[in-house]
């Protein structure tokens, strides 16, 4: 039965008044501020100045408020953490991680086919806490399952998994046969490891450009793509260039239309030059770096991660037979080369950002990158700075990561000594804050 118009009106009426509030005095209270004060003994608050000497860090609700120099004492309410003389710098980024991978290449092979999608996610959220307890709050991940990646980094937002803050790529987009195309493995041990379902493959500039928007689809906040062959792929050989340059210019600019940053896998200097002749954001490697291709990085502006580790420790597990026999001469190879190359690209002035390819390597030793870029000519500064205010410019996010100033989420870590003077004191962090919440002390 219809009801005429006034008595809808007042059906309304009597609803909106019951779920009125009844008084003032139901009206839930406004929960209070949590407010922490961090006394420090010295603090590096903006990596590439001078750090700072005795400070007081306030945090409300998990995002910094104020930095003051000298110990301030807390108001009443207010939650304590004494550092005493430790040196307090932001959190670190590293740029390059691949979180559902092992960084124990045979084991991975030997469990895989017993491995599930599910177990990798298990495996993954370990990771990503013992990434987290080395002082590395904000990491990019540049491969694995694309729906895994995303629930993982969306759990740890919600506060629901322990983990550094990820901006996630999805899968690598590669060519047919080359680097990302798992086809050389093992179909059905590799299957539920290495799902084949997530349409990574193009051939074509129309066909990378569908690749590009699958991975988006799937959640990926950047782009990675393969623009040359890769040292631990078991069906490409070689570390020449594999996709064309128009495949790269459609996959850098479908990504850049979907405001997504680009990052290339890339050894071979003319797959480098073709990826920053069509605008690629970072290269990822840039094992074989020659003066015309960096003199190209700094017209373009393009950032260079080194991933300095990921060669050394390639070359380990080659000399102790724990890589397939097409992956040896190429880790050779990459080893032998990086060092020289990433030497020039830092005597030229290349703008650096902190990246290790942890996942080649065992998570949780990421920070033994600084010795090896304090090795190939950058100071301990200039290295910090490539894990923190450098790699927050790469990322776009300048404004929530990479510092401790007021307005900024509290990502916050602590070692013993000085990393200014002794790098590999990274190596050994006492202390992490994640958006406020102290995670390991």
């Known amino acids: 039965m219809r009801l ?3 008595a809808l009106l007042a059906g309304f009426a009597a609803l909106i008044a019951v779920a009125a509030p009844v008084s003032a005095a139901e009206t839930p209270a406004k929960p209070q501020p949590k407010i922490t004060y961090l006394h420090a003994g010295r603090l590096l608050d903006q990596p590439g100045k001078p750090p700072r000497g005795a400070s007081t860090v306030v945090i409300t609700d998990g995002v910094v408020t104020s930095v003051s120099d000298g110990t301030l004492p807390a108001p009443a309410g207010a939650t304590t953490v004494e550092l005493g003389d430790a040196f307090v710098l932001p959190g670190l980024t590293d740029m390059h991680v691949h979180l559902f991978s092992d960084g124990d290449p045979l084991r991975e092979r030997l469990d895989a086919s017993t491995r599930d999608r599910e177990d990798a996610a298990y495996l993954a959220a370990l990771h990503a806490k013992q990434t987290l307890e080395a002082g590395f709050t904000t990491v990019r991940d540049l491969g694995g399952p694309p729906r895994g990646i995303r629930a993982l980094r969306d759990a740890i937002d919600a506060g629901e998994v322990p983990g550094p803050t990820i901006i996630n790529a999805g899968t690598m987009i590669s060519v047919s046969g080359g680097h990302g195309d798992g086809g050389g493995l093992n179909e059905e041990s590799y299957g539920a490891f290495f799902p084949h379902d997530y349409n990574n493959l193009c051939n074509g500039a129309d066909d990378c450009r569908r690749a590009v928007r699958e991975q988006i689809r799937l959640g990926a906040q950047v782009i990675k793509f393969a623009a040359t062959g890769g040292v631990l792929s078991n069906v490409a050989g070689g570390l020449g260039q594999q996709m064309t340059d128009e495949e790269m210019k459609a996959v850098i600019d479908t990504a850049h239309s979907f405001g997504r940053k680009v990052a290339a896998h890339s050894h071979a200097a003319a797959g480098t030059m073709a990826a920053v002749n069509a605008g690629v954001d970072t290269i990822d490697h840039g094992t074989f770096l020659d003066e015309p291709t960096i003199k190209a990085m700094l017209s373009h502006g393009t950032w260079l991660v080194p991933t300095m580790l990921a060669p050394v420790a390639a070359l380990a597990q080659a000399r102790a037979g724990l890589l397939p ?5 190429k880790a050779e190879n990459a080893a032998a080369a990086e060092r020289k190359s990433h030497e020039l690209a830092i005597r030229m002035g290349v703008k650096i950002a902190f990246g290790t390819d942890t996942g080649v390597s065992k998570h949780g030793d ?3 990158e600084f010795a090896l870029m304090v090795k190939a000519g950058m100071t301990p500064a200039a290295a910090i700075a490539a894990a923190t205010v450098n790699a927050a410019e790469a990322l776009g996010r300048s404004d929530s990561v990479g510092r401790i100033a007021p307005g900024m989420p509290a990502d916050i870590i602590a070692v013993h000594g000085d990393p200014l003077t ?3 004191r990274l190596e050994h962090v ?9 995670v390991k002390q």
């Open 366 to 368: 990421n920070a033994r």
């Open 422 to 424: 002794d790098v590999t």
């Open 4 to 6: 005429a118009r006034p």
């Open 430 to 438: 006492d202390f992490v804050m994640k958006r406020g919440a102290v």
């Open 325 to 329: 026999p097409a992956t040896i001469p």
